[in-house]
């Protein structure tokens, strides 16, 4: 398999569970979108911080923050 977890990256530099399974991530206007494997969808005013494709983990930091 090869999705992802979306993860929140908090100032503090902890990491918190956005969305499991993530397959797809769009750009919609100043939001992202995430849809998972089972089709749940998310969106948050964010940008991504980083990607290891490896540990099939996406870090977001949200705008503002």
Known sequence: MCEAAAYILK???????????????EPEGDLLRLVSIFGEQKSIRATIHSLNLINHKVLLVEKGS
Not at 11 to 25: C, N, R
């Open 11 to 25: 100032p503090d530099g902890q990491e918190e569970l956005f969305l499991a399974d993530v397959d797809v991530i």
